[in-house]
C-alpha cells in the first residue's frame, strides 16, 4: 500500500516541503504521496496525524505543541522541546528534529566554524544553540528583547539584548529572527550590524528565496553568505530518510530534492 506524508502548518500554503519531497518519491519511484494540511488547532494535530499518515513534517506555529504530543521524541529534539518531523510506529507517534542537523549541515561548506552570534532568540534560535553547543561551539544570543533569553542563560549561553550588547569576534554570525521576511528591514540597527559584520567570517540568514537586507549589506561587505535554502533543503533530505527508515542513500535523496529548488 502507497505511504502518505504531509506537512502541517497554519499558513501552510507556501511551503515547497511537498514539492521537495515529491521530487524524492519519483526520483526513487515510490508508491507515496506528500501532501499539504492546513492546521488551525493544534490539539487536533495527533488525531489527524495517526489516523491519515505515514510520516510528517511539522511548521509553524505547531513545532512545540507537536513535541508535547509525541509519543516518544528521538534525539536532539527532546533537548529542543520541539519537533518538525514525525513518524506513525504501529499508532506512536514519535517525534524527530530535524531543522537542527540539517543547519548544521548546511553550514559545512564554510569550514570549521568555533563560535557563533545567534540573532533572535526564537524556535529556530534554540534548535541552532542546542546543537552548537553539543558540537562545542561557543554561542552568544541577541536578541531585541529581554524576552525569552531564559532558555539559553539556563544552557549556560551569553545572551544580550539591544541595551547591553557587547561585540566580540564570530566565525559565524546567523541571522534567525523574521527581520527582512516580509519588510527590508536588519535584525539589529546598521550601526550594530556594520559592526558586527566587521568582526564576522561568515553569514547566513535562515530566510529562504529572498536576498534580505541582511544578506545584501553582507555582500556588500565582502562577507561570504547564504540563505536558507541548504538548510531547507537537508532538514528535508534528513526528514525523507526518517520517513524510510535510513533505506535510501542521502546523496540520493539530496540529488532529488535538489532538482524542486
Ligand atoms: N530555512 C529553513 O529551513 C527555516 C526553518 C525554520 C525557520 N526559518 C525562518 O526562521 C525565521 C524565524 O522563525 P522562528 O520560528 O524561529 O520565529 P520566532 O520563534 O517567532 O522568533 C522570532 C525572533 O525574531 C525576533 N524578531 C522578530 N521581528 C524582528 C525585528 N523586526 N527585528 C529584530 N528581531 C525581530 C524576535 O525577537 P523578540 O523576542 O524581541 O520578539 C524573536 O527572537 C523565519 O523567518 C522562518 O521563516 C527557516
Known amino acids: ?69 509525541c509519543d516518544e521524541v528521538r534525539g536532539i529534539a527532546k533537548e529542543i522541546k520541539a519537533v518538525n518531523t514525525l513518524i506513525n510506529e504501529n499508532g506512536n507517534m514519535i517525534g524527530y528534529n530535524t531543522d537542527a542537523p540539517g543547519f548544521l549541515k548546511s553550514i559545512k561548506s564554510f569550514g570549521k566554524i568555533n563560535n557563533v552570534l545567534i540573532l533572535g532568540a526564537g ?82 540568514d535562515v530566510i529562504y528565496n529572498k536576498k534580505t537586507p541582511f544578506l545584501k549589506l553582507a555582500t556588500k561587505l565582502g562577507i561570504p553568505n547564504k540563505d536558507g535554502a541548504d538548510m531547507l533543503l537537508y532538514q528535508g533530505v534528513l526528514a525523507f530518510d526518517l520517513f524510510y527508515d535510513h533505506t535510501f542513500e542521502v546523496n540520493k535523496i539530496t540529488k532529488y530534492m535538489k532538482q524542486s529548488f
Not at 15 to 28: R, V, W
Not at 45 to 53: G, Q, S, Y
Not at 180 to 191: A, H, R, S, T
Request: some cysteine; overall charge negative; hydrophobic content about 40%.
Open 1 to 69: 500500500m502507497g505511504k502518505n506524508f504531509t506537512i502541517f502548518g497554519d499558513p501552510v500554503e507556501h511551503s515547497i516541503s511537498p514539492k521537495m519531497h515529491t521530487f524524492a518519491i519519483e526520483g526513487l519511484k515510490l508508491d507515496a504521496v506528500y501532501t499539504k494540511t492546513l492546521l488551525q488547532e493544534a490539539c487536533k494535530l495527533r488525531d489527524e496525524f495517526i489516523n491519515n499518515f505515514d510520516g510528517a513534517n511539522v511548521t509553524v506555529p505547531h513545532k512545540e505543541a507537536a513535541y508535547q504530543m
Open 123 to 204: 524556535g529556530t534560535a534554540k534548535a541552532l544553540a542546542v546543537i552548537f553547543q553539543q558540537n562545542n561551539i561557543d554561542i552568544t544570543i541577541l536578541n531585541r528583547s529581554k524576552n525569552r533569553l531564559d532558555f539559553f542563560t539556563n544552557l549556560g549561553i551569553k545572551t544580550f539584548s539591544w541595551d547591553d550588547f557587547e561585540l566580540a569576534s564570530y566565525d559565524l554570525v546567523v541571522n534567525t529572527t523574521s527581520a527582512g521576511l516580509q519588510d527590508e528591514q536588519l535584525p539589529v540597527n546598521k550601526d550594530t550590524m556594520n559592526a558586527i559584520f566587521e568582526k564576522s567570517k561568515f553569514a547566513v
